[in-house]
Nanobody
Framework: QMQVTESGGGLVQPGGSLRLSCVTS????????VKWYRQAPGKQREPVAT???????TYVDSVKGRFTISRDNTKDTVYLQMNSLTAEDTAVYYC???????????WGQGTPVTISL
């Protein structure tokens, strides 16, 4: 079965760090652009960070300088390193992969991140 699965979420205090992982099953990430999205309670899902097949990255302004997206194609894994976390980062984080040339796409089931004392 072809799917992506996130992991690494949890509860962390303000100022702390987490690293999220998104791993594929049944296909290779190599030809897919990958985005991390998040959805906070009562809010719309928003894109947080993107990494292209070539390794080019973009970030939403609110996480620039704090979050880093990276990929390891040998492990078919995309990471989101999150530092200096605040309560505003509390959300369910989703991995989304879309084939660079084509329409194939996958959503993960999400991993919850809670920032609280």
């Amino acid at each position: 079965q072809m799917q992506v699965t996130e992991s690494g979420g949890g509860l962390v205090q303000p100022g702390g760090s987490l690293r999220l992982s998104c791993v594929t099953s049944g296909f290779s990430f190599r030809n897919f652009d990958v985005k991390w999205y998040r959805q906070a309670p009562g809010k719309q899902r928003e894109p947080v960070a993107t990494i292209s097949t070539a390794g080019l990255t973009t970030y939403v302004d609110s996480v620039k300088g704090r979050f880093t997206i990276s990929r390891d194609n040998t492990k078919d894994t995309v990471y989101l390193q999150m530092n200096s976390l605040t309560a505003e980062d509390t959300a369910v984080y989703y991995c989304y992969a879309r084939r660079r040339f084509g329409s194939q796409e996958f959503w993960g089931q999400g991993t919850p991140v809670t920032i609280s004392l």
